[in-house]
């Protein structure tokens, strides 16, 4: 005897900010479970099958373009990667709150990670002159160029920013993708940048000051970034700036 597939009933919050006449509304759909079906699937047979107005966004499928997180039954998460068999038979989606809402499940990550990275200035600051494409690179150490890869898995999901109740209170916080990617450049021997210039981009409340450690950025990071740590000795490194710099 073959069991019935499950029906699962989705609540997802309507919104198109650009229809004046649309009004945010919660809207139940209704599918079969199939066998190895994740959130992105369910997604795109609703919108196939039922309700091609939906908007959602998915790039890779495979948790590595960060476009697919969304707020699931009130967690910020990555649908790509959840699996529904691991679902309720009721599940609640919403858009990732902080960033600005598209439509429906859809956000504007990358409008909010790229003024994040200009003001933060998230590349390496080589010495004037210091480029020469004709010299061999110099090797990095492999324990190094290891920390710095850990640090660099980050694919700006968003995660982190949309459960930061400090990021929702102050709209210039640089949230924890930010501090992570300060913590990456200072690891890293080619940037030139000292503590007292990390101090001028995030030796505030809207950078690592203003951060209230309760650390539910490390709790739903996908990649399972070292987040907690970074922002603790990010912490500890710009206290210490900032104490010698008001030193006579
Ligand atoms: S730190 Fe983690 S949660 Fe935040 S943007 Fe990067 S991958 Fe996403
Ligand atoms: S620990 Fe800091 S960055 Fe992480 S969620 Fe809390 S306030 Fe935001
Ligand atoms: S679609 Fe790329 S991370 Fe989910």
Known sequence: MTMANRQLKFHILRYNPRDIASVPRMQTYEIEEADGMTLFIALNEIRERQDPSLQFDFVCRAGICGSCAMMINGRPTLACRTVTKNLGLETTLAPLPVFELIGDLSVN???????????????????????????????????LAEQIYELDRCIECGCCVAGCGTARMRADFVGAVGLNKIARFRLDPRDTRTDADYYELIGD?????GCMSLLACHDVCPKNLPLSTQIAYMRRHMAATGWKQEKP
Request: hydrophobic share 40%.
């Open 109 to 143: 990550t990358g409008k909010w990670m790229r003024q994040m990275s200009e003001r933060l200035e998230t590349w390496v600051h080589e010495k004037a002159g210091a480029v020469d494409i004709s010299r061999i690179e110099a090797p990095m150490d492999a324990g």
């Open 205 to 209: 409340d809207n950078g690592v000051f």
